[in-house]
Antibody, heavy 121, light 108 residues
Framework: QVQLVESGGGVVQPGRSLRLSCAAS????????LYWVRQAPGKGLEWVALISYDGNNKYYADSVRGRFTISRDNSKNTLYLQMNSLRDEDTAMYYC??????????????WGQGTVVTVSS | EIVLTQSPGTLSLSPGERATLSCRASQSVSSSSLAWYQQNPGQAPRVLVYGASSRATGIPDRFSGSGSGTEFTLTISRLEPEDFAVYYCQQYGSSPITFGQGTKLEIK
């Protein structure tokens, strides 16, 4: 069955860095576009970053562009999110999500359980 | 970007009642690329409906979606105890994808 398992979250000071990982299984990882989506405590869902199936195309929300980098290793079935210059407002649960069709513009049919990032001094 | 506005913010109903949740878009959603998700406390969202009206795999038929253009509705015909959760709409037809702010369905 399809599984997405995030890791790498934690408590970090403002201005520092963190790298999240999302280990995938149960599907052909290299054929799907993948997203990172976050949810601040008690708030709604916010798209963060998108990567194409081959890693050649990457897109970012305005709120993280220039600070976050999405990447993937198709040989390891793993998605990453490198987060630099973290701010208080980056505090959230971070989910990786798979698109239903494999393309960019498709609903998310599988989500990971999330990993919590807390930015605090 | 397309802004999605959900109403009401909170809906208080009893098991067995019918729930109607609304999602209004700031501009037309292309190809009815509108999905609905359910999120229970401490869990990731799960897709209920996509393409405005297609139920996702394994979703009970008491859930139904409708609408087009800028107005969309999720209807739960007879509420079960496990349906009390937060519901989000999402448009995925235009970049960037966007979510509504959510409707909390609570037990009356």
């Amino acid at each position: 069955q399809v599984q997405l398992v995030e890791s790498g979250g934690g408590v970090v000071q403002p201005g520092r860095s963190l790298r999240l990982s999302c280990a995938a299984s149960g599907f052909i990882f290299s054929t799907y576009a993948l997203y990172w989506v976050r949810q601040a405590p008690g708030k709604g869902l916010e798209w963060v970053a998108l990567i194409s199936y081959d890693g050649n195309n990457k897109y970012y929300a305005d709120s993280v562009r220039g600070r976050f980098t999405i990447s993937r290793d198709n040989s390891k079935n793993t998605l990453y999110l490198q987060m630099n210059s973290l701010r208080d407002e980056d505090t959230a649960m971070y989910y990786c999500a798979r698109t239903q069709s494999g393309g960019y513009w498709s609903p998310f049919d599988y989500w990971g359980q999330g990993t919590v990032v807390t930015v605090s001094s | 970007e397309i802004v999605l506005t959900q109403s009401p913010g909170t809906l208080s109903l009893s098991p067995g009642e019918r729930a109607t949740l609304s999602c209004r878009a700031s501009q037309s959603v292309s190809s009815s690329s509108l999905a609905w998700y359910q999120q229970n406390p401490g869990q990731a969202p799960r897709v209920l409906v996509y393409g405005a009206s297609s139920r996702a795999t394994g979703i009970p038929d008491r859930f139904s979606g409708s609408g087009s253009g800028t107005e969309f509705t999720l209807t739960i015909s007879r509420l079960e105890p496990e349906d009390f959760a937060v519901y989000y709409c999402q448009q995925y037809g235009s970049s960037p994808i966007t979510f509504g702010q959510g409707t909390k369905l609570e037990i009356k």
